[in-house]
Each structure stands twice: as structure tokens, then as C-alpha cells.
């Protein structure tokens, strides 16, 4: 009788867990849904206020060096970011205080030296090379240059509330409080106080921009951060971390080329037409992702902390309903794009209905994205970087490689179908990886 009622209580309890579990990945997934929203709305009213406001040529001086500057806080970073979101939920799950210490004070000192010398080099490498005979346009460089620091540090700290399970209240400085300082600083300089504004003025708002952010995201952070890792004395594992966050670097550099090969090449096969025609269209199709992100960013820590406790059983449960949510809001907005693909182009332009094959072809590409749910995430959450590094590079190969042959005789159609093509080869090789390494089916037809 005894082992019948423990057996009841033990099944409340696991209930009861689970319920939080879908309770807050619910709240955190809907809130990083609703930020990224309000997010893209006020980074593209920034866009428009820059372009009335600066002009034609100054706005694409600040558009070229803001490119750098976001391109660099990758290397700036070193891949530490994952890291410190997988590791601090796997010691907080070990109550393991002290190396959550010890990492969050180590990533933030190594990145801190790395970010102000990659800073220092850049300036230095563009003012020996002579890369730009325009004094002002160097001028917007170094601005720009001090900005990375703060940008990289605003990056792990993201990273740590997010493994600490303050998702939401996370991401406010990013989300909300850059864009908005940015639009108000803009809007009042040229429209209350009535000055000109040139693109060294803007990256001098961008810079204060980051610097607040940093400073905003540091107080919530030390608001946030349990008194159990404050009061510990920090312990590191110096060698591990370098050698966990290595592939990790290497993954953010191949996403990256992913990302950036079919507009690049577009520009040097092709012309700006061309590139602007595909620009447009990438847009688009990337507001299929807006879910899958607004689900990873909730769900790192859970997978990182359930693979911890050897819950393999409720990560699948996890994984599955992740995944299922993402590939039917995703079929629901791509099949919007697609049938009303036109009117979306038109938005910008009748000449960018042209662009509506490549639009097709990328909602595809993301659909079958979708279809593998969080596998990349699920692979780096539970130790295996070195997998995800794999199918990733195999991918961006792929993608040069048939950039290269489709671009000359398709132009944006052929980009559309290397992205589609390259991002499923990386969805499956990585789904093929999570079911060899966890024995869990990342995709739509798992059955749970």
C-alpha cells in the first residue's frame, strides 16, 4: 500500500514538473516571439530614418562599417557564447556554483582582451592598407571599433541569462532599448533640433547605443545572478572551455558564410540589381525563422540541463513538441509568402516582383529547416560541437561550390536553390547525428 501511494506521489510530482517545463518554455518562447516582432519593426523604422536623414552616400557608409562591426563580434566572441549557455544550466543543474563563477568571469575577461585587440587591429590594418582615401569614412571605422567591446560582452551576457532562465527579461536591452535610443537620438538630433547629420554623427549614436545597452544589460544581469554564484569562489576549467568553444567558433564562422555567400557572390557574378532583387526575398523568407528562433533561445538551457540529468525520455518529449510547434507556424507563414509572395515584394518596389521564384525557393529551403526543428541546438546543448562543426562546414562548402555553378545562368533563382540545397544537407547530416550520438529524432515524424 505504501509503495502504491509513493508511486502516486512520484507521478504528481513528475506531472507537476513537466507542467512548469511547458509553462515556461511557453512563456520564454512567446516573449522571444513577441521581441523579435517589435524588434524587426523598429530596426526597420531605424532603417528609414537613417536613409531620410543621412542621405544616400552617408547611409551607405554607415551601413558598410555597422556590416564590419557585426561581422567582427563573431571572432570577437571565440564561440563562448554557446558555451556559457550550455555550461551554466548543466552546473546549475550540478549546483556546481563555483565553476559557474569561474566561467562567467573567465569568458567575460577573455573576450573583453580579444574584442579591444581585434578592435585596435582592424583600425590599424584599415589606416596602414589605406582601404579608404575618405578621412570621414575612417573616422566612422574607429568610432565604430569601439563599439565592438561592448557588443561582444553584451553577447555573453545574453548568453548567461539565457542559461540562468531569464530569457525574456534577457534579451530587453538588445531587443528594445538599442533600437529605441538609436530612433530617439536620430529623430530628435535632425527633426527637434533641427542638425545635419553625417555617418561619423550615427556611429557616434551607435556608439553610445552599445555602451548603454552594455551598461543596462550588466544591471539586470547582476539583479538576476543567484546569490549562490556571487557568494562562491570561482573555479576554473580553463583547457575544457578552450577546447569546447573552439568548434563553436567554428560553427558561428560557417553559419556565417552560409548566411552571406549568396549575396556576395550575387555581387560579384551578377550586379546590385540582382542583389537587391535576392536581399528583398531573404528577408522575407527569413520571417519563417522568427519561430524556430524564438524556440531555440527558450529551450537551450532545457535541453542542456535534461541531457545533464540523463532524462533522455523527456528531451525527446521536448524536442518533438519543439519541433511540431515551429514546422506548423512555420507551413502557415510560408505558405502566406508564397501565395501572396507578390504583394509582400511589391512593398518595395514593382521592380522586386521579380524576385518572387527566389522567395519560393528560400520558404522551401526554411520549411525544410523547420521540418528538423532545433537539431543544431540539441547537438551543441549535450556536448557534441564537433558534430554540429561537421555538418555545418560540409554545408557552406556545398553552398560556395553551387553558388558558383547556379549564379551565372539562374542569378537569384540559382542563389535561392544553393541556400535551399545547403540547408538541407546540414539538416540532415545533423539529424542523422543527434539520433547516432542521443538515440532522439529532431524531426516532424518522430512519434513520441
Aim: aromatic share 8%; glycine share 6%; proline share 2%.
Amino acid at each position: 500500500m505504501i509503495k502504491i501511494i509513493d508511486r502516486i506521489k512520484k507521478r504528481k510530482k513528475n506531472k507537476s514538473s513537466t507542467n512548469n517545463l511547458h509553462r515556461f518554455l511557453l512563456k520564454s518562447a512567446t516573449g522571444t516571439f513577441g521581441f523579435k516582432v517589435a524588434n524587426a519593426f523598429l530596426i526597420y523604422a531605424n532603417s528609414l530614418l537613417l536613409a531620410r536623414v543621412l542621405g544616400f552616400q552617408e547611409f551607405g557608409s554607415y551601413t558598410y562599417v555597422t556590416a564590419w562591426v557585426n561581422l567582427l563580434v563573431i571572432p570577437a566572441v571565440l564561440g563562448l557564447e554557446g558555451l556559457l549557455t550550455r555550461e551554466v544550466a548543466i552546473y546549475q543543474t550540478q549546483s556546481k556554483w563555483n565553476l559557474s563563477h569561474g566561467l562567467i568571469q573567465w569568458s567575460n575577461r577573455i573576450v573583453l582582451l580579444n574584442s579591444v585587440g581585434l578592435a585596435l587591429l582592424t583600425t590599424l590594418i584599415i589606416w596602414g592598407l589605406t582601404l579608404t582615401s575618405n578621412s570621414q569614412q575612417l573616422l566612422v571605422f574607429a568610432i565604430a571599433m569601439i563599439s565592438l567591446p561592448f557588443m561582444a560582452l553584451s553577447r555573453l551576457r545574453q548568453s548567461t541569462m539565457q542559461a540562468l532562465r531569464h530569457i525574456v527579461v534577457g534579451q530587453i536591452p538588445e531587443m528594445l532599448v538599442r533600437p529605441i535610443i538609436l530612433i530617439t537620438s536620430l529623430g530628435g538630433i535632425a527633426f527637434f533640433l533641427n542638425k545635419n547629420i553625417t555617418a561619423s554623427g550615427a556611429m557616434g549614436i551607435y556608439l553610445v547605443a552599445s555602451i548603454t545597452t552594455y551598461l543596462v544589460g550588466e544591471w539586470l544581469l547582476r539583479k538576476h545572478r543567484p546569490k549562490s554564484i556571487k557568494q562562491a569562489l570561482p573555479e576554473y576549467q580553463s583547457k575544457y572551455w578552450i577546447k569546447s568553444a573552439l568548434p563553436m567558433l567554428l560553427i558561428g564562422s560557417m553559419y556565417l558564410i552560409n548566411n552571406q555567400t549568396d549575396t556576395v557572390m550575387l555581387g560579384i557574378l551578377k550586379n546590385s540589381e540582382t542583389v537587391g532583387l535576392y536581399t528583398v526575398a531573404n528577408r522575407g523568407a527569413g520571417l519563417i525563422s522568427f519561430v524556430l528562433i524564438a524556440i531555440n533561445t527558450a529551450i537551450a538551457p532545457t535541453f542542456a540541463s535534461l541531457y545533464a540529468e540523463g532524462d533522455l525520455k523527456k528531451l525527446q518529449k521536448v524536442v518533438t513538441n519543439g519541433c511540431r510547434v515551429v514546422f506548423f507556424a512555420a507551413l502557415i507563414i510560408a505558405t502566406i509568402l508564397m501565395v501572396f509572395g507578390q504583394h509582400f515584394l511589391l512593398l518595395f518596389g514593382a521592380e522586386f516582383i521579380q524576385g518572387k521564384t527566389a522567395l519560393i525557393i528560400l520558404c522551401l529551403g526554411q520549411l525544410i529547416n523547420a521540418s528538423t526543428g532545433s537539431v543544431a541546438l540539441l547537438l551543441l546543448m549535450t556536448g557534441h560541437e564537433r558534430d554540429t562543426a561537421i555538418g555545418v562546414t560540409i554545408s557552406a562548402l556545398l553552398n560556395i561550390l553551387l553558388n558558383v555553378i547556379l549564379i551565372p545562368e539562374w542569378g537569384a533563382e540559382g542563389a535561392a536553390t544553393a541556400t535551399a540545397a545547403s540547408m538541407m544537407v546540414w539538416n540532415i547530416i545533423l539529424a542523422v547525428f543527434a539520433y547516432k550520438r542521443l538515440k532522439i529524432n529532431s524531426t516532424i515524424l518522430a512519434i513520441k
